[in-house]
């Protein structure tokens, strides 16, 4: 084969292989749900998304006699609704009704041709607009909650929604940049040249540039309150980026919460579920009365499988 024959082929190659790589390598594992919410009054439902696609979910709606409150719970990157479950007893028992749901390509909702920030936005406003429908649910009362890459989504979300009336930040990444750079360095992949390639292809693919969707720019767009909950020890994502994003903050009522723990495991649950539950109500309105006001414990950790809030494991 000629030598001229022979890097063309080569290139053709690069060229068809390299996008197949990037995608297999940044694909989503799919963590499929193991249980079900119990000694809550729920319901399994589906909901519409973008491109025909479809989300599992868990509705927990609100019990009292007028229209609610109503929260979205969003996971991380890999994980499902049961990650999120130990934040639905006390949002519940707290008068909020409760949407815990999987983002495309995740737990048992539809696939697609790949999972990013944006279309965990996607999902999350869908999921969202299923809530106001309720007729159980005040449509003027809604709220978010994100983890990870689902935080960021959430706070994308507030920063085009105006409407929202809460936002929950879990361990939310300052910039989607610096993620994917500590997600090269973990590949021992070069960030140049062969970095700054891929983190090309991705906002090409995904439709977006990092700086229009990071967290650090978005809050700035955001008008309505926002907790901001971080753990001291995550390795994943570093405090500094929850201080950096709530410096960043264009009003006052944007609270930041340092937490013990690392990205996934918290060892200050009950304060943070205790802390989300009196947020909520501080935004939302109290929905909860003394009869059925949240506490915190070992009843609401039975149920998750991994991914978000969990209790560290004893030594």
Sequence with gaps: MPFALLLVTLGALAVFLFPMLIRRGLTAPRLRESGQPTDLPWQTIRIPTVRGRTLHAWYMPPGGAEPASAVAVLHGWGGNA????PLAAPLHLAGHGVLLFDARCHGSSDDD????LPRFAEDLEHALDWLARQPEVDARRLAAIGHSVGAAAALLVAARRPALSAIVSLAAFAHPARMMERWLDSKGIPRWPFGQLILWYVQRTIGHRFDDIAPCHTIRQIRCPVLIAHGSDDATVPVAEAREIHANRAHDDVELRILTGGHDDCQDLDRVLADVVR?????????????????????FLAAPSGGALRRPAAN
């Design 279 to 299: 947020f909520l109500d501080s935004s939302l309105g109290p929905g909860s009365t003394k009869e059925n006001a949240p506490q915190t414990g070992g009843a």
């Design 82 to 85: 049961e990650t999120m479950l």
């Design 113 to 116: 041709d790949f999972a990013s």
